[in-house]
């Protein structure tokens, strides 16, 4: 072989390293990369150990049913999974149905937007986030809305992931973020023209808790929107299936325990919300919300391999690939559930704060 082809094929192979590790491993291209891989706010060295103190905790369920200890349950594991999150899935944090013709960056975006328009706010008004993430939702939101978003997360490296993001996407001004407990926030009582929440509440320990708080901080007249985590009227606790399928999502997703989708309504009613609608957007004629988690099988393998490589050579800390490993169950159990109908993630209810609430 001589030097030139040798060069090229150098060339070549370097190329495709590049291309298989920088580009392809980033969600929707612009994410972060894979060589960024990190714990969060805990250090390198340190991961390893926070994923087994993650397990830890459901050898002590009492613990995860608890407001004092949830904090520290949640905030544990989005430290380990965000960068995975950001990297494999995107800046949203949670599912949409499919939608025929759009790719699933445009339905998610459309899953986002639906969530603002429900609780008609106008533009310049304050709206609540409850439960942020990295903000890519409040970015959406406050783009189609033009609403100042103001999002809450128990995690600070999420914060700073969020500022981030809201700065280079030019939307700084209308998004601000704060680290703190959802269920203690840091806002007057009726600071905001309406809120909502995403696939977050299923962090509390208790529903009532989270929606109380809510409430709380809310006008009165305004409206509050959450897509809810929960089991629907086909899980059966008497099913051996079922209830691997559903422990199975519990421990791969932070979750104190999963509600039924009857408890819902019920409980924002007991906080005082009026309950304007009540609907499973998961229901045909929507679209399997799953089929991303199916489709995107053959891109783990190949992140897994990302992973697993990165970790031997030292570049992302011990523990990533066990962590890895445990979204990837989480996603088979998540499927299953989807196609057994016995799980959704998007359960929607839209409720009100009652005007009279202004006088209490």
Known sequence: MDSVTLYCTAALVAGGIYWFVCVLGPAERKGKRALDLSGGSISAEKVKDNYNEYWSFFRKPKEIETAEKVPD???????????????????????????????????????????????????????????????????????????????????????????LHNKKAGLDSLCDVVCGNFLQMPFGDNTFDGAYSIEATCHAPKLEEVYAEIFRVMKPGSLYVSYEWVTTDKYRDDDEEHKEVIQGIERGDALPGLRSYSDIAATAKKVGFEVVQEKDLAKPPAKPWWDRLKMGRLAYWRNHIVVVVLSAIGVAPKGTVDVHEMLFKTADYLSRGGETGIFTPMHMILCRKPEKASSE
């Open 73 to 163: 349950f949640v905030d544990t594991f989005y430290n380990l999974v965000t960068d995975i999150y950001e990297w494999g899935w995107g800046q949203s944090f949670h599912f949409s149905p499919s939608i025929p013709g759009k790719s699933d960056k445009d339905a998610t975006r459309i899953h986002e937007e639906m969530a603002v328009d429900l609780i008609k706010v106008k533009p310049g008004q304050k709206i609540l986030d409850a439960g942020c993430g990295v903000g890519g939702p409040m970015r959406a939101i406050a783009a189609h809305s033009k609403a100042h978003v103001t999002g809450i997360t128990i995690n600070d490296y999420q914060v700073k992931r969020a500022k």
